[in-house]
């Protein structure tokens, strides 16, 4: 019972990186504590994908019309199943994660850590995890030798996670039959709206702390100046200040522009997700803890609604 | 439908967060407590399937402090029909413990639908939504930003990434972990919720912590290292200003 299982992830035919991240992660976790390296996928026509998980050592799939497409519960029930074996459990914190994480928790009286942004085993089983929207950093243990750890996206590179070598393939029958309780009526892609956030050159990202739909016009004039777009954290999205396809983040876009301006943006690990590889980012925060100083290469401490006015001043006469 | 809320009260993640002495959590004596973001969305939710379609709103929640009631009576004064305060001091419980209180505070009520946040800032161990659904052995679904009555089952929105969502028929009774409501969560006028701290529709129930069931411990936390990536530009917002368009222009834009 020492193995570290992998639950990996796909949407739309495509594994998704995070899968490799833990792939990668699991290889230095079964490295130290001896072990194989598991990696698990459930759905339907995917045994194709296996092909992908060379950073594996072992396969196990559950390939059933069932799983057509993600089932909350069903894939909960199907992972817990399939996890008996395993020492550690690395899940992606995502949303297909979170539902799978909880319940595969509760089920089997593993303890399950949250918000993982690194894991350790040297002395036991434990984890640095981000609470409080990443402003605080715990280190935390784990009672007996077994733990399911759900782990942030970018913990672990996916290029180490990604081999070309053969694993050994193992097909499970679906253990939960095809009676779920919750049926998937199809997936959803979003409307393109007029701006594509991902191919702008210069982004000014507004969030809470712009405090209403109003203010947003200045951040639009100091975008509009510097020839780019204004986009959002998830809050001011979900206002409906701005539109959906504007939002930067794990449930948004991930975006790589040359400028990301952040006025008013905490810098919670969910939008960070989405905007750390940007290649100039420059924060502004009234809060000198902010975590978005710590992604940020340029910060400053202050007011926006003193900043914007001279912002914009300094532009139209540059 | 009817649909029960689970609110938690969380340390308001605006204000400046310190350490106790010893380093293993937050100085609680100073905290001001919030209710978690994500749970005004889950009882927004509840609200506009009622709205929508009938049934009843009851709220449970978690914890003593003075901003507890606060909150429930707030609840109230949107449109909760029902409003239950468990216990004393319960704030810190892992999410498992929080679960297990839920679950017996649940027994002997008929519900369509648990609704809670997706997540809370302080958890550490899980979301509560498909902890509780675990218990109970009904369904879950998390990330969750919509849901439609039906009969014998919820429609409900869950948010993949990029924007991608799927929609679901699920069958009730369902928990249901709540991104974000279809509307942002309405405000309440301050005299309905003095209205209803007078409507004696908030009950209290005594309920003892269960033992710590997570297996997971806190060692240390330290506030996050920040501006170790960034240099941080000094002066006022004139400085700034001037400083940052040297940026921006020295980047090539
Ligand atoms: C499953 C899931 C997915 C998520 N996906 C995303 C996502 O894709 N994108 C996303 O962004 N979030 C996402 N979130 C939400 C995320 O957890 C945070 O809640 C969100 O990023 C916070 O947005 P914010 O920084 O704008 O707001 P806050 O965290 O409230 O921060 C506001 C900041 O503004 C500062 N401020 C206030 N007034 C001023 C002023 N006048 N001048 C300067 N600064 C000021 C404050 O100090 C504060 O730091 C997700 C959450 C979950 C659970
Ligand atoms: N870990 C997973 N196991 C099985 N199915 C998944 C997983 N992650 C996502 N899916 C779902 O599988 C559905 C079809 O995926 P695909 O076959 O990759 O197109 C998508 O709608 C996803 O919701």
């Given at each position: 019972?020492?193995?570290?299982?992998?639950?990996?992830?796909?949407?739309?035919?495509?594994?998704?990186?995070?899968?490799?991240?833990?792939?990668?992660?699991?290889?230095?976790?079964?490295?130290?504590?001896?072990?194989?390296?598991?990696?698990?996928?459930?759905?339907?026509?995917?045994?194709?994908?296996?092909?992908?998980?060379?950073?594996?050592?072992?396969?196990?799939?559950?390939?059933?019309?069932?799983?057509?497409?993600?089932?909350?519960?069903?894939?909960?029930?199907?992972?817990?199943?399939?996890?008996?074996?395993?020492?550690?459990?690395?899940?992606?914190?995502?949303?297909?994660?979170?539902?799978?994480?909880?319940?595969?928790?509760?089920?089997?009286?593993?303890?399950?850590?949250?918000?993982?942004?690194?894991?350790?085993?040297?002395?036991?089983l434990g984890a640095t995890c981000q609470l409080y929207a990443g402003k605080i950093e715990a280190d935390v243990e784990v009672d007996g030798d077994r733990a399911i750890f759900a782990v942030l996206s970018g913990s672990a590179s996916a290029e180490d996670g990604r081999s070309g070598a053969a694993a050994e393939v193992t097909r499970v029958p679906n253990p939960v039959g095809s009676e779920l309780r919750s049926t998937c009526l199809g997936l959803v892609e979003p409307e393109g709206g007029d701006v594509d956030i991902t191919s702008e050159d210069v982004l000014v990202v507004v969030g809470r702390g712009i405090e209403s739909e109003d203010n947003i016009a200045e951040a639009?004039?100091?975008?509009?100046?510097?020839?780019?777009?204004?986009?959002?954290?998830?809050?001011?999205?979900?206002?409906?200040?701005?539109?959906?396809?504007?939002?930067?983040?794990?449930?948004?876009?991930?975006?790589?522009?040359?400028?990301?301006l952040t006025l008013g943006v905490s810098g919670a690990p969910e939008h960070v997700e989405g905007m750390k590889d940007a290649e100039t980012i420059i924060a502004v925060n009234t809060d000198p803890q902010a975590p978005i100083f710590g992604v940020a290469h340029y910060g400053w401490v202050g007011d926006i609604f003193d900043l914007l006015p001279e912002l914009v001043d300094k532009l139209e006469s540059d | 439908m009817d649909s029960v809320v689970l609110l938690r009260p969380v340390p308001d993640p605006v204000e400046e967060l310190e350490l106790n002495d010893d380093g293993t959590d937050l100085d609680r004596d100073y905290l001001g407590y919030v209710l978690n973001e994500f749970d005004d969305h889950a009882l927004e939710e509840a609200i506009l399937l009622k709205e929508a379609s009938g049934g009843s709103v009851t709220v449970l929640g978690l914890g003593s402090a003075d901003e507890m009631e606060q909150i429930l009576h707030t609840a109230l004064a949107k449109g909760a029909d029902e409003a239950i305060k468990l216990g004393d001091d319960l704030?810190?419980?892992?999410?498992?413990?929080?679960?297990?209180?839920?679950?017996?505070?649940?027994?002997?009520?008929?519900?369509?639908?648990?609704?809670?946040?997706?997540?809370?800032?302080?958890?550490?161990?899980?979301?509560?939504?498909?902890?509780?659904?675990?218990?109970?052995?009904?369904?879950?679904?998390?990330?969750?930003?919509?849901?439609?009555?039906?009969?014998?089952?919820?429609?409900?929105?869950?948010?993949?990434?990029?924007?991608?969502?799927?929609?679901?028929?699920?069958?009730?009774?369902?928990?249901?972990?709540?991104?974000?409501?279809?509307?942002?969560?309405?405000?309440?006028?301050?005299?309905?919720?003095?209205?209803?701290?007078?409507?004696?529709?908030?009950?209290?129930?005594?309920?003892?912590?269960?033992?710590?069931?997570?297996?997971?411990?806190?060692?240390?936390?330290?506030?996050?290292?920040?501006?170790?990536?960034?240099?941080?530009?000094?002066?006022?917002?004139?400085?700034?200003?001037?400083?940052?368009?040297?940026?921006?222009?020295?980047?090539g834009v």
């Amino acid at each position: 019972m020492s193995d570290v299982f992998v639950v990996t992830e796909h949407l739309q035919g495509q594994l998704t990186e995070t899968s490799f991240e833990l792939v990668a992660q699991a290889r230095t976790i079964a490295a130290q504590i001896g072990g194989q390296v598991v990696a698990g996928l459930v759905g339907s026509g995917v045994t194709g994908l296996a092909a992908e998980l060379g950073g594996a050592d072992r396969i196990v799939v559950v390939d059933d019309p069932a799983f057509e497409n993600f089932s909350p519960d069903g894939h909960a029930a199907v992972f817990g199943s399939l996890i008996e074996d395993s020492a550690v459990v690395l899940v992606p914190y995502t949303s297909m994660g979170m539902d799978v994480a909880s319940a595969m928790s509760t089920t089997s009286g593993i303890p399950l850590v949250s918000f993982c942004a690194s894991i350790s085993v040297d002395s036991g089983l434990g984890a640095t995890c981000q609470l409080y929207a990443g402003k605080i950093e715990a280190d935390v243990e784990v009672d007996g030798d077994r733990a399911i750890f759900a782990v942030l996206s970018g913990s672990a590179s996916a290029e180490d996670g990604r081999s070309g070598a053969a694993a050994e393939v193992t097909r499970v029958p679906n253990p939960v039959g095809s009676e779920l309780r919750s049926t998937c009526l199809g997936l959803v892609e979003p409307e393109g709206g007029d701006v594509d956030i991902t191919s702008e050159d210069v982004l000014v990202v507004v969030g809470r702390g712009i405090e209403s739909e109003d203010n947003i016009a200045e951040a639009q004039e100091v975008a509009d100046l510097l020839g780019g777009a204004v986009a959002g954290s998830r809050p001011i999205i979900d206002q409906g200040w701005l539109a959906k396809d504007r939002q930067v983040g794990k449930s948004g876009l991930t975006v790589k522009p040359k400028i990301y301006l952040t006025l008013g943006v905490s810098g919670a690990p969910e939008h960070v997700e989405g905007m750390k590889d940007a290649e100039t980012i420059i924060a502004v925060n009234t809060d000198p803890q902010a975590p978005i100083f710590g992604v940020a290469h340029y910060g400053w401490v202050g007011d926006i609604f003193d900043l914007l006015p001279e912002l914009v001043d300094k532009l139209e006469s540059d | 439908m009817d649909s029960v809320v689970l609110l938690r009260p969380v340390p308001d993640p605006v204000e400046e967060l310190e350490l106790n002495d010893d380093g293993t959590d937050l100085d609680r004596d100073y905290l001001g407590y919030v209710l978690n973001e994500f749970d005004d969305h889950a009882l927004e939710e509840a609200i506009l399937l009622k709205e929508a379609s009938g049934g009843s709103v009851t709220v449970l929640g978690l914890g003593s402090a003075d901003e507890m009631e606060q909150i429930l009576h707030t609840a109230l004064a949107k449109g909760a029909d029902e409003a239950i305060k468990l216990g004393d001091d319960l704030s810190q419980l892992s999410v498992s413990s929080q679960a297990e209180i839920f679950v017996s505070a649940l027994e002997g009520r008929s519900y369509d639908l648990i609704l809670t946040g997706v997540q809370a800032a302080d958890e550490l161990d899980g979301q509560l939504a498909v902890r509780v659904a675990a218990k109970l052995e009904i369904p879950h679904v998390s990330v969750v930003v919509g849901a439609d009555a039906g009969d014998g089952s919820v429609k409900v929105t869950k948010e993949f990434w990029g924007g991608v969502t799927a929609d679901y028929q699920v069958q009730t009774p369902a928990a249901l972990g709540i991104q974000a409501a279809r509307q942002a969560p309405r405000y309440v006028a301050v005299s309905l919720i003095r209205q209803a701290q007078q409507g004696g529709a908030l009950s209290e129930i005594d309920v003892d912590p269960p033992p710590e069931t997570s297996g997971v411990r806190v060692v240390s936390v330290r506030v996050s290292e920040t501006g170790e990536g960034a240099e941080m530009i000094e002066g006022d917002e004139e400085a700034a200003a001037e400083k940052i368009v040297e940026i921006i222009r020295g980047a090539g834009v």
